[in-house]
């Protein structure tokens, strides 16, 4: 939820959630009147699998404060395996911003299935708060990127 | 265990002799090897079917002007080749045709892979404008005398992967003062060609393993200082900037790397094309941007795509008119994702790719767990 005790900054959080879990889940938490901030800015995608690790730095790049992956539970992919890879994909993500000295709680991956309507929007909360503590993107500043 | 192959006066000559005479016997049909190019300031790789040319051959070119797995590749990307081929090329190569051949690209069964303990390479553009200067450097460096850090290509400065790689046949020289080479078989490929030569692997490696001891320490202490030195320069967008704002997004990286086989590059796609009009958005509402658009994005985007396979060959440094660090740079963090899967790039030893495989329970923690107090989520009232 977006208090006003911060100041006005709202993050924005690109998210790209598959369909048949993690979107479902979003759905499932507006039925249910769940409430969940409007930072989180979603992307249907066919599977979490089907993001390549690219989409995701040309968020963070495009200036989100914050990328979301979201998918289905390991052993739950609709396709079986994708969110395996994605798990890798991620991962690797994560060293290489690591390793550039980025910050890489930019980057979040949670499992959310079409049942968890109330966990997407915990995670939605949760992580808007963190991505208002760690500020503006700093790419959002910058012209030579 | 290791066979010995004499050397007269000249190392690179004994092995071009080597490599004649495995031609002369029918031991194999084809050899890929480098030759000087009729200018004289560059090698180029040859693939020889006639022995008469290795004469003019030479086996260990002090240039790496075409990363030999990509001339590799080229032979065999639509499956097996026709004939039997031995490719001499150096460790790097070597190591670029194992990852390729894990990615399909490169198909080993009719090839033999041989390698050689390389003392590194003479940077492209120093040698191209002056050969001969270029050339007595390489002998210093064949030799293992000391050379200036600055004189050699900066990726060889700091490679630990130098000597013994998963080649099927590996010509040892290190530690050995030139008087001889050893011939190292590395799999049932290479002891056949020894066997067919009648050459028996009977010669202890002591003296060599030794040398190659010494100089990998030495070596993994240049990496690290490099490592540590690439690490802070790049730290940060700030960092990242200093480093890769001088790109000119010509891609020559990409062109010159040889994991990068794909056809299409998803740089090149229509997927990776934003529409003018969102740029000219994006100028509005940033503030500015650069162009050509999407610099960072290329290089941190095509470090998820092959730094797995990165076997540090610095060709994208050599290729780069912006004179940027790049391989450096993916080395350094090439580094750092192999460790990540426990990977070492070209070797083997049946690991498979990381990028293409998985495992069902791994990387547990890499998913943030929600806070466990209040499953249940805010509802709205």
Redesign the interface.
């Known amino acids: 939820?977006i208090s006003d005790k911060h100041d006005d900054f709202t993050p924005r959080i690109t998210s790209f959630l598959c369909k048949w879990c993690s979107y479902t889940g979003a759905d499932l938490?507006g039925t249910?009147?769940?409430?969940?901030p409007t930072s989180i800015i979603p992307i249907q995608v066919m599977c979490s699998s089907r993001v390549?690790?690219?989409f995701l730095?040309?968020a963070f790049?495009?200036?989100s404060d914050g990328v979301l992956m979201g998918g289905c539970h390991?052993?739950d992919c609709h396709y079986e395996?994708g969110n395996?890879?994605t798990?890798?994909?991620?991962?690797?993500?994560?060293?290489?911003f690591?390793?550039?000295?980025?910050e890489s709680d930019r980057l979040?991956?949670?499992?959310i299935s079409a049942s968890e309507?109330?966990?997407?929007?915990?995670?939605s909360?949760?992580y808007t708060e963190q991505i208002r503590k760690m500020g503006k993107n700093?790419?959002?500043k910058?012209?030579?990127? | 265990m290791a066979a010995v192959l004499p050397v007269g006066s000249d190392l690179s000559g004994a092995m071009n002799r080597f490599l004649k005479t495995i031609l002369e016997k029918d031991i194999v049909d084809a050899v890929l090897m480098p030759m000087k190019v009729p200018s004289g300031d560059s090698f180029a790789w040859i693939i020889m079917s006639d022995s008469s040319i290795v004469d003019d051959a030479e086996a260990m070119a002090p240039v790496m002007p075409v990363q030999g797995a990509r001339a590799l590749r080229s032979l065999t990307r639509k499956g097996e080749g026709s004939i039997r081929v031995l490719a001499l090329m150096r460790p790097c190569e070597i190591r670029a045709a194992i990852e390729l051949s894990k990615l399909g690209q490169v198909k080993t069964e009719n090839l033999i892979l041989a390698a050689y303990d390389c003392p590194g390479a003479v940077p492209m553009d120093s040698f191209v404008s002056d050969p001969s200067s270029g050339e007595d450097l390489f002998r210093k460096m064949l030799a293992g005398e000391d050379v200036s850090a600055g004189e050699v290509k900066p990726s060889c400065t700091s490679c630990v992967e130098f000597s013994m790689t998963d080649a099927d046949l590996h010509f040892g020289h290190f530690g050995l003062g030139g008087t001889e080479v050893l011939l190292i078989p590395g799999s049932p490929k290479g002891m056949e060609i020894l066997e067919a030569l009648e050459l028996p692997a009977d010669r202890e490696t002591s003296i060599w393993d030794e040398a190659v001891r010494k100089r990998r320490e030495k070596q993994v202490a240049s990496r690290d200082a490099a490592f540590e030195e690439t690490g802070e320069n790049i730290r940060g967008v700030q960092g990242m900037l200093n480093v890769f704002a001088d790109c000119i997004s010509c891609r020559n990286c990409r062109a010159a790397c040889p994991i990068c086989y794909c056809r299409l590059c998803h740089f090149e796609s229509e997927t990776a094309k934003q529409d003018p009009n969102s740029r000219l958005d994006s100028a509005v509402t940033r503030g500015g941007i650069s162009l050509p658009a999407d610099r960072m994005l290329f290089h941190t985007g095509r470090m998820t795509h092959m730094s797995l396979s990165c076997v540090s060959c610095g060709q994208c440094s050599d290729a780069c008119p912006a004179d940027i660090p790049v391989a450096q740079v993916f080395s350094f963090v090439a580094d750092r994702t192999q460790k990540a899967f426990e990977y070492s790039a070209g070797r083997n030893d049946g690991d498979p790719l990381p990028l293409r495989s998985f495992m069902k329970s791994e990387l547990s923690g890499i998913h943030e767990m929600v806070s466990d107090a209040e499953p249940g989520g805010h509802a709205h009232e």
């Open positions: 939820m938490a249910n009147r769940l409430q969940y390549d690790p690219v730095i040309k790049l495009s200036g390991p052993g395996t395996y890879h798990r890798r994909r991620f991962a690797i993500l994560k060293e290489i690591d390793s550039l000295g980025l979040k991956l949670s499992w309507g109330p966990k997407f929007a915990q995670v909360n949760e700093p790419t959002r910058s012209v030579f990127l």
